[in-house]
Nanobody, 122 residues
Framework: QVQLVESGGGLVQPGGSLRLSCAAS????????MGWFRQAPGKEREGVAC????????TYADSVKGRFTISGDNAQNTVYLQMNNLKPEDTAVYYC???????????????WGQGTQVTVSS
């Protein structure tokens, strides 16, 4: 059974950093496309970053390029999202998603985590 569990969210001041983790189980990380999405109040869910470890693919939304880094650890079966220089507009619930066939840029993922809140505020 596929399961995704996010952690690492919290309250941080503008300019600060957080690292989100997504612990995956029930599948081999490298075989799946893994995405991070976020949804702010009153807004649609948007893709933030995507990785396919076996294919060596990483993509980022323009709004986070140069500030966020997605990575994966096959041994831990965990995907990370390192977020630096956080801005108030990064405030949202962040979700991890997985799919064996999705391409980076798609929103159609079969599996989703429960989400973790990130709040950027002084």
């Amino acid at each position: 059974q596929v399961q995704l569990v996010e952690s690492g969210g919290g309250l941080v001041q503008p300019g600060g950093s957080l690292r989100l983790s997504c612990a995956a189980s029930g599948f081999t990380l490298g075989d799946y496309t893994m995405g991070w999405f976020r949804q702010a109040p009153g807004k649609e869910r948007e893709g933030v970053a995507c990785i396919h470890l076996n294919d060596g693919i990483e993509t980022y939304a323009d709004s986070v390029k140069g500030r966020f880094t997605i990575s994966g650890d096959n041994a831990q079966n965990t995907v990370y999202l390192q977020m630096n220089n956080l801005k108030p507009e990064d405030t949202a619930v962040y979700y991890c998603a997985a799919d064996p066939l999705a391409f980076c840029g798609s929103r159609n993922y079969d599996y989703w985590g429960q989400g973790t809140q990130v709040t950027v505020s002084s």
